[in-house]
């Protein structure tokens, strides 16, 4: 059973009572709220994730609601909780569904150890995984999201999660978000995306969230291996740059952009350094996302691992 | 207590019968109570060791490997940490006690494994407190941004520096002279402490307190402290200490009459009552009564006490909007307790109506 197969009245019932529970590749998520912003946003994103397994076990209880009453009528706030733990400041109540997503990929991030996190995107094709590990601002999420409109897998728009035992990457896909300008280079990029509503004013800039195609969310089970990690760096008026890097560079690239990587100690050290040895290193400057994309399919055509 | 005990308290209580018992639901209960008491890790530890049939459910399993790693990291992290400390203390002689959770895993106690905590804390000898500081500072722990009362407040009232944090690594480091503030009632001789205090070999001039004193200073911080959110992970060091050292009478009357001599039998009592209540820890009649005695404790005003700690450590098992007003009264009536305890009236006053009037401004 999946989201979309409840009515909107009996969404809002579950996440006013004992929480929605929604099984995002995996993880059992349970989600309580009152507020209407995050009920539409969920219902139209979450639209195609299965409910939450009926075992009783919840991996992690989230609940968005204001912080106090007096929050609910002046200066409206939303306050994002993992079991019972506030990690954030409150935002204002317009920018619930954002800090829905993000609060979200904190609790993956501080939670998930069994995986090494790479900060980055990461699409698939033909089982091959392509890593896009991006400091904000490289143009990451774009490129995910394009990718994802020319077919390809979209396992992250946010986090790698890679297994430690096997050095194999778990999906965990999720609406991705898009900032500013992106937004509409997207919406006019492929055919028949979803997007959220536009949220104001964010720490970020405008955001929005396209919604994650289906096939990606039924094949969330099915996991990738790593074939090529790409730094992506858009910027405007160049020329496309796709330029090999070494292994060593690679991995310690990898490691910067590790969320975990100090508490995982020396497992961290192996799986990232099986990663780097298993991929093209590459780092792409790009000013077309046409150009970028063909450089990739050619790359992931051509080479045979 | 509720007529049926919550899953965590099952299984602290007893990690072999519960792991063979518990539903899917009770362990979701459980992983979410002991993330909310900084428990996860030390129950990971406890489930590696007791599941002998491997018989814990799949669904379980990540969440324990993923706290054993974040356990396995704090363990290098604070073993580093007491590494630079001595690098900068022992060349101008300053020798330093490690306590609470960074003595137990520098000691190798059963306690210290899968011991979460966010600060690593020290003792020096309070004549050479100013010197501590100003190496400390010289090597990189700076401290936090506090207004001019705050620091007044710590360094007049406390047992501690305020807070450092190393500007490199992050961490975070309390320096105490000693274990109670010099203000609170109960008065412990602190040159009591370090004559017992023991030393783990590798490292000239670092300490850990001996084990009865351990026991004796979890005890009263968990008491004294108002931290109730850290209640049922310090009664699970206390049991873990008790179970390691307690192997005879002997211990007992030890530890009772060491608690007497540092007038630290109050906070001793309502320990054992509390690890009995929780954790139903094998504590003998007499050790208890010994306590009780010394500590002048026969009113019913000590149960009043034990009725408040147990409502205020037992709140980590609720989730926060599920509180009842009774365990919320109880959490401020320990929290109130606690200062009471530190302070006397005359200076608690005012300092609670200042933090109240400026708790914003300040914040």
Redo the contacts between chains.
Sequence with gaps: MKLSSLSTSEIRRRLGSNGLRLSLAGF?ISICTSLPQLTDGLSLLYADYPLGAE?????F?I?IDAPSLSRRLIRPQVNF?C???FPFKPLPIGQAFAMFEWGLNWVIAN????FAIIHSAIVEKGGKGLILPGTPGSGKSTLCAALVCKGWRLLSDEMTLISLKTNEIHPFPRPIGLKNNSIEIIQNFGDGVVFGATIGDTAKGNVAHMRPPRTSIDASQITASPFAVVFPHYQPNSKLNFEPISKGETMMKLAENCFNY????V?GFHCLTNVADRSFGRSLSYSKLDDAIAALDKLFCDVQP | MTPKPHPLILFLRNPRTAIESL???D??QLI?AA??GHLLSRVAHLARFHDRQNSL?E??R??F???L??A??QR?NVLWEITEIHRTLKPINIPFIVLKGGAYILMDYEAGVGRLMSDVDIMVPQAYITDAERALIENGWFPGKLNSYDQRYYRTWMHELPPLHHLKRGTSLDVHHTILPPTAALKPDVTQLWDKAQAPGTKDGVFALAPADMILHSATHLFHDGEVEHGLRDLVDIDSLLTQFAKDDKFWTQLTQRAAELDLSRPLYYAFKCCRIFLETAIPDNAVQASKTAGNLNGAATRVVVYLLTSSIGAILT???HQTLATSLAKFLIFVRSHYLRMPMYLLIPHLTRKMLFANKER
């Design positions: 059992e075992d009783g076990f919840t991996d209880q609940t909780a079991n019972g733990f939670h998930c150890h069994q100090p508490v995982l100690g497992d | 539903s899917l639901s362990w979701s979410c993330r909310r459910p669904k379980v990540p969440h490997e993923s706290a790693r974040v396995e990291s290098r989730k926060g909007k």
